[in-house]
């Protein structure tokens, strides 16, 4: 049984440039969910996708931010024109909506620096 | 709007000792409460949650949770703690019509002293 994996782990990369992180949900899991926790502080919601839909999105999720999960299983997120603020550790989770109660397993997260 | 409280950034205890890690929530309708830990370079892992009926909530390493409506609490404790306890603790809380967006407090990190 294979939980939340994310990849990268870690991505530095220079103000300005693109990155993009991918989230692989625990198979069948049918919600999927993007979080960001910088330093001494829980993590902030960011967006949320039921299969292929994306039903929701945070005011922390700017237009640099988008969020894809083209065929309702992986997700990616992509940050263009990155800046110094966005230094934090992107989380993913993903559940499976039974009955109006999930339970969300998160992934180890992905660190992103920005210099 | 929906916000999460927990006044102790940092928690030291001896090993073998009960700990009490203290969260707040407000809301202006009913609640789903969580607890979720996180250990070093690892994700969050659900402890224990509450969404109806008994107060007293038990989850996982001995560790349980008690619903206090009045006060607006949910409490974390375990009688006897261990050093493999040593983590980030985060208490969240969701709406029942909003299930999917929880929201978490800022964390206390708990140190077991040997």
Partial sequence: ?115 | AQSVTQLDSQVPVFEEAPVELRCNYSSSVSVYLFWYVQYPNQGLQLLLKYLSGSTLVKGINGFEAEFNKSQTSFHLRKPSVHISDTAEYFCAVSEPTSYDKVIFGPGTSLSVIP
């Fill in chain 1, 1 to 115: 049984d294979t939980g939340v994996s994310q990849d990268p782990r870690h991505k530095i990369t220079k103000r300005g440039q693109n990155v993009t992180f991918r989230c692989d949900p625990i198979s069948e899991h049918n919600r999927l969910y993007w979080y960001r926790q910088t330093l001494g502080q829980g993590p902030e919601f960011l967006t949320y996708f039921q299969n292929e839909a994306q039903l929701e999105k945070s005011r922390l999720l700017s237009d640099r931010f988008s969020a894809e999960r083209p065929k309702g299983s992986f997700s990616t997120l992509e940050i263009q024109r990155t800046e110094q603020g966005d230094s934090a550790m992107y989380l993913c989770a993903s559940s499976l909506l039974l009955a109006g109660t999930d339970t969300q397993y998160f992934g180890p997260g992905t660190r992103l620096t920005v210099l």
